[in-house]
């Protein structure tokens, strides 16, 4: 015989609101007072036209243009996507700047950003294309450093890298330092290295005061505190901090070989750092890029980031589909399968109270449906779940001729099918369930 035990009855579900609000996104409710170095605002800038090419996107200057409006539909007035990088040394990639940058004069609401080497030469090539910014690759480990460079060495890098800087900042531009495989570097090479930029940039205005882009470029980084330099990704954004860089000038710049991609991100961001660069729908060489889709519906939840325009993005799915590049059919928010079930007790669980297998309102957030696929597993709920979803009408599960339908798609998966049966496959037989 069961004892009794400490669970009580409740008249009201607690479904904890402040957390998982009804029309919203997650929220992230603290315990007692927010994380101390929390940023009053964080946002994401965009790295599709470099680093999503060099992961292997086709564009062409008209689809580039496309994504880059695209980005522009997305964050609106938002504020959630500020920059966009583009590269220069191509005929294609100069158009899609100069479109870029026409589109920004006429308020496009996302920056034009250009990226180049850590050269004088490639300084002096961005110098007069109207931009106010430019990247700099700035390589910051000794895998770098020591194998880049002939002679090899710290000294010459930094040497290359800051006559750069000083070319950048007299032609009148704001440096962005890309410290690349920083989460591989000494932080005897990176913390002179960025206060020798700032001791430059301090005779020129503050509109030119540096950035630094902190990048884990082969994504070994950690999101957690009490690891050792250089792998702490919080940890190496409190000490750039400590060492005098503002929050708001530091950017995170993440890939996703180890699955980390998103909770560094989140680290970063807790730690002070205020931007996050990556690509929307993680685009990017290898793993990928931070998919700042997902980046940003944290930064909301964590009430850092107003809402952008998610919904833009199912338009972006389809483009990169139509290029041959679209996401997994699993990928988080916006893959084919990623808000389909196959299982029949999670069906009957959207046939009874839909958030139960649903982590926020996904049709109103992102404009994309809940949707079940029919196998051997998902039995009457997922028939019922579908005919409600296309005809409006509910029908019992002891309806005839649903358990006709359901009896015959059975006997073919008794028969040895394999593959899933979707609506289009039913609806002539269904719909007419539903008038009868």
């Not at 669970?7 to 603290?30: S, T």
């Not at 599709?48 to 994504?67: K, N, S, Y």
């Not at 060492?243 to 950017?251: F, I, K, R, S, W």
Request: aromatic share 8%; net charge negative; glycine share 10%.
């Amino acid at each position: 015989m069961i004892s009794d035990f400490s669970v009580r009855d409740v008249p009201e579900p607690d479904l904890f609101p402040a957390a998982f609000p009804a029309e919203a996104f997650p929220q992230f409710v603290w315990q007692g007072e927010k994380p101390p170095h929390l940023p009053a605002q964080a946002w994401t800038t965009e790295t599709t036209h470099r680093d999503g090419q060099q992961g292997g996107l086709p564009l062409t200057a008209e689809d580039g243009l496309r994504i880059y409006e695209l980005m522009g539909e997305f964050t609106g007035e938002s504020g959630a996507l500020r920059q966009a990088e583009f590269f220069v040394y191509r005929p294609a990639d100069r158009a899609m700047l100069e479109g870029a940058l026409e589109r920004w004069r006429g308020g496009h609401p996302v920056e034009p950003t250009t990226w180049i080497r850590a050269t004088r030469k490639d300084a002096e090539l961005v110098a007069h294309l109207g931009v106010r910014e430019t990247g700099m690759l700035a390589s910051a480990s000794d895998y770098h450093t020591f194998h880049k460079f002939t002679p090899g060495g710290r000294a010459q890098a930094a040497r290359t890298y800051l006559d750069a800087v000083q070319a950048v900042l007299d032609a009148g531009l704001r440096p962005r330092l890309h410290l690349e495989d920083a989460t591989r570097a000494p932080r005897e090479f990176i913390l002179p290295f960025v206060q020798e930029v700032q001791r430059l940039a301090q005779a020129y205005p503050e509109s030119q005061a540096p950035r630094f882009r902190l990048c884990d470029t082969m994504g070994v980084g950690l999101p957690l505190e009490g690891v050792a330099w250089p792998r702490s990704v919080p940890g190496m954004v409190r000490e750039l901090m400590e060492a005098g860089v503002p929050g708001e000038l530091l950017e995170f710049h993440p890939h996703n070989d180890t699955h980390l991609i998103v909770a560094n991100c989140l680290a970063a961001v807790m730690a002070g750092c205020a931007a996050i660069n990556g690509t929307l729908l993680g685009k990017g060489e290898r793993s990928g890029n931070a998919p700042l889709e997902g980046v940003l519906l944290h930064l909301v939840g964590m009430g850092l980031s107003a809402m952008p325009n998610f919904k833009a993005l199912n338009e972006l799915e389809t483009l990169y589909a139509g290029l041959g590049q679209g996401v997994p059919a699993k990928y988080p928010l916006y893959g084919r399968d990623a808000h389909r079930t196959r299982a029949g007790i999670h069906a009957d669980g959207l046939n009874k109270f839909w958030p139960m297998y649903a982590p926020f309102n996904v049709p109103k957030l992102l404009g994309r449906p809940l949707e079940v696929s029919l196998t051997k597993d998902s039995g009457l709920a997922g028939l019922i779940f579908l005919i409600k979803q296309h005809t409006g009408r509910e029908l019992a599960k002891d309806h005839p001729g649903l358990q006709q339908l359901h009896a015959d798609l059975s006997a073919e998966f008794d028969g040895g099918r394999q593959t899933a049966v979707e609506w289009e496959e039913v609806a002539g037989r269904a719909e007419k369930l539903s008038l009868a």
